[in-house]
């Protein structure tokens, strides 16, 4: 089955900092990736889609000159949480699809961020 | 919209028992899919299954079972002869262009 990377697996940063998520496709080309965000103990919250070479779409609440999405190609997608705070300590999951692969979503393994 | 209720937060059952998670959702899409995923401690979402809109056909795989209804807007999923190593929570999870989870379900099963 096709994989998907995330990187780092875990992150400590300091309140004010800014931290980058990393997101790839390791054996295909993803025509979308999706970045969620998960609070302990609840369900995974759809943060932003964003398509390779144009501006990521995001959902209704979700700051976007606080999370930075680039999508510079079809295998990496990059999340930035800029001036971190403790409330924005999660789990950020990421997940691609790939047209050729008939749109199936295939899941990163996450990246936990704990601001302190 | 489109919506997905687990109604069930949290399920303990002991070791060997039949267990049946419940998933009903909401679209106005005609065709449209439906998935189950695991998601043990570690937080790695493991895939289950995913049902198109068109196949109401349950399906078995060893222990896993589903049951699509769609007059009754249900994707339910049964697990038979539980075991310690299925504790983890399970998202029943509704796509159209995109992916939208349910709250999850904690299932405990105890030895």
């Known amino acids: 089955g096709a994989v998907v990377s995330q990187h780092p697996s875990w992150v400590i940063c300091k309140s004010g900092t800014s931290v980058k998520i990393e997101c790839r496709s390791l054996d295909f080309q993803a025509t979308t990736m999706f970045w969620y965000r998960q609070f302990p103990k609840q369900s995974l919250m759809l943060m932003a889609t964003s398509n390779e070479g144009s501006k990521a779409t995001y959902e209704q609440g979700v700051e976007k000159d606080k999370f930075l999405i680039n999508h510079a190609s079809l295998t990496l997608s990059t999340l930035t949480v800029t001036s971190a705070h403790p409330e924005d300590s999660s789990f950020y999951i990421c997940s691609a699809i790939s047209r050729d692969r008939g749109y199936e979503q295939y899941f990163g393994p996450g990246t936990r961020l704990t601001v302190t | ?111």
């Not at chain 2, 299954?49 to 079972?65: A, H, L, P």
């Not at chain 2, 002869?81 to 399970?90: E, G, K, L």
Request: hydrophobic share 35%.
């Open chain 2, 1 to 111: 919209a489109q919506k997905v209720t687990q109604a069930q937060t949290e399920i303990s059952v002991v070791e060997k028992e039949d267990v049946t998670l419940d998933c009903v959702y909401e679209t106005r899409d005609t065709t449209y899919y439906l998935f189950w995923y695991k998601q043990p401690p570690s937080g790695e979402l493991v895939f289950l299954i995913r049902r198109n809109s068109f196949d109401e056909q349950n399906e078995i795989s060893g222990r896993y079972s589903w049951n699509f209804q769609k007059s009754t807007s249900s994707f339910n999923f049964t697990i038979t002869a539980s075991q310690v190593v299925d504790s983890a929570v399970y998202f029943c999870a509704l796509s159209g262009d995109k992916i939208i989870f349910g709250k999850g379900t904690r299932l405990h099963i105890l030895p």
